[in-house]
């Protein structure tokens, strides 16, 4: 167990509508990523938070968004839902560390399927 | 884009073996992280080494790094069924004062027949 959670663990919805994916990070990590992992782009970053503001933006299409709220814990919201979105998202967190590296711990992912 | 190539994509050995798997990367990076991925499953980090480092140890893993070659390598001695999962490697670059986004390879999947 990572300590990050995720939920829901499975989400089955229609085109052209719109998710809430959840994120809590482990205690005391200020930093929370966001992956897509599907089958023809592998794994892929999509935006890192760090104490509630936007750090990094990967590969973020405009209908997607994400927010880090006060206690940390981080959404990611997917709208204009499209079949090619089906994936698995991940959400990691980590420590972050002036001048250094640190290592990030990932969620068990929420599975997407649009239909 | 990838950032990582795994190689091989694909790796089946008999309970006992080792295995050893290869990563390159194409630009300069502050770390290297392995993790392993159990089908379908969340992702478990396996052993982080930094760019001024050029070997690690956890366990039966064995991580070697060589940044002139933009190479790393993961052995996992006598390999266990259980140890039958997805592998890969992610590097990053420092943003700031805090680690960047990670970048995956492909992955190679291992399968360790009993």
């Known amino acids: 167990d990572s300590g990050v959670t995720q939920t829901p663990k499975h989400l089955i919805t229609a085109t052209g509508q719109r998710v809430t994916l959840r994120c809590s990070p482990r205690?005391?990590?200020?930093?929370v990523y966001w992956y897509q992992q599907s089958l023809d782009q592998g794994l892929q970053f999509l935006i890192q938070y760090y104490n509630g503001e936007e750090r990094a933006k990967g590969n973020i299409l405009e209908r997607f968004s994400a927010q880090q709220f006060p206690d940390l814990h981080s959404e990611l919201n997917l709208s204009s839902l499209e079949l090619g979105d089906s994936a698995l998202y991940f959400c990691?967190?980590?420590?972050?560390?002036?001048?250094?590296?640190?290592?990030?711990?990932f969620g068990p992912g929420t599975r997407l399927t649009v239909l | 884009s990838q950032q990582g190539e795994e190689d091989p994509q694909a790796l089946s050995i008999q309970e006992g073996e080792n295995a050893t798997m290869n990563c390159s990367y194409k630009?300069?990076?502050?770390?290297l992280q392995w993790y392993r991925q159990n089908s379908g499953r969340g992702l478990v980090h396996l052993i982080l080494i930094r760019s001024n480092e050029r070997e690690k140890h956890s366990g039966r893993l064995r991580v070697t790094l060589d940044t002139s070659k933009k190479s790393s390598s993961l052995l996992i001695t006598a390999s266990r069924a259980a140890d039958t999962a997805s592998y890969f490697c992610a590097t990053s670059r420092l943003y700031g004062g805090s680690q960047g986004n990670l970048i995956f390879g492909k992955g190679t999947k291992l399968s360790v027949k009993p």
């Open positions: 630009t300069s990076i502050n770390n």
């Open positions: 205690s005391g990590d200020l930093s």
């Open positions: 990691a967190s980590s420590v972050a560390l002036a001048g250094g590296a640190a290592t990030q711990y």
